[in-house]
């Protein structure tokens, strides 16, 4: 996209398919979203989001109600910086009453379902149909929030589920309102 934090920001809309970006720069996240029936099959499985960014990913300060990914699974890969922002802590009291902290982390919310046989447990989270998997060079930080799309019906809790977190050189700091399973 080649702009930077507050200057610019993607935003893609998939109702039925899926999304697909691929970036030189770093990807200053708007609103990204898709839809779709999620299945085993990778060529017929819709509602998927991934993002590559040889920089940064990170959430816009200028979008309505936050920047969002949300779709049944999200890859997300920053070859040359961080996913996210990591919080300041100073002490868990501190760190929940300041806003800012919560909207340093980019909110992605992924599906999830009991149903183990869309949970395929592998080393190799190619395979999975729902959840989040997420490579950056730097930080990581991530949030989740309760939306429709968890098709066990638990809309309201914000379960990740994670196939893969992986920072080669900073933090990871995950936050849900739900469960985070891997």
Same mark, same amino acid.
């Given at each position: 996209t080649?702009?930077d934090v507050?200057?610019g ?6 109702g039925?398919?899926n999304?697909?970006?691929?970036s030189?720069?770093?990807?200053i996240v708007?609103h990204?979203?898709?839809?779709g029936i999620?299945?085993l099959?990778? #060529?017929t499985s819709?509602g998927?989001? %991934?993002?590559?960014?040889?920089? *940064?990913i +990170?959430?816009? !300060?200028?979008? &309505?109600? @936050? ?17 996210g922002?990591?919080p300041?802590y100073?002490?868990?009291?501190t ?19 009991? #149903?183990q046989?869309?949970?395929?447990? %592998?080393?190799?989270p190619?395979? *999975?149909? +729902?959840?989040l !998997?997420v490579v &950056?060079? @730097? ?12 098709t ?31």
């Amino acid at each position: 996209t080649g702009a930077d934090v507050g200057s610019g920001y993607f935003t893609a809309n998939a109702g039925s398919g899926n999304v697909s970006a691929i970036s030189r720069d770093d990807i200053i996240v708007g609103h990204v979203t898709a839809a779709g029936i999620a299945t085993l099959d990778e #060529d017929t499985s819709r509602g998927n989001v %991934s993002l590559v960014s040889f920089g *940064a990913i +990170l959430a816009s !300060t200028e979008v &309505a109600g @936050g920047s969002l990914i949300q779709g049944w699974r999200a890859n997300l890969t920053a070859l040359g910086g961080s996913i996210g922002e990591v919080p300041t802590y100073v002490d868990e009291v501190t760190w929940n009453a300041d806003p800012t902290n919560l909207n340093k982390l980019l909110r992605v919310n992924t599906g999830f379902t009991s #149903d183990q046989s869309l949970r395929p447990f %592998s080393e190799t989270p190619a395979n *999975a149909v +729902l959840g989040l !998997t997420v490579v &950056a060079s @730097g930080d990581i930080g991530i949030r989740s929030e309760g939306w429709a799309g968890n098709t066990d019906g638990s809309a309201s809790d914000g379960t990740m589920l994670i196939n893969q977190a992986l920072s080669l050189g900073g933090n990871v700091t995950i936050a849900s309102t739900g469960q985070i399973l891997d």
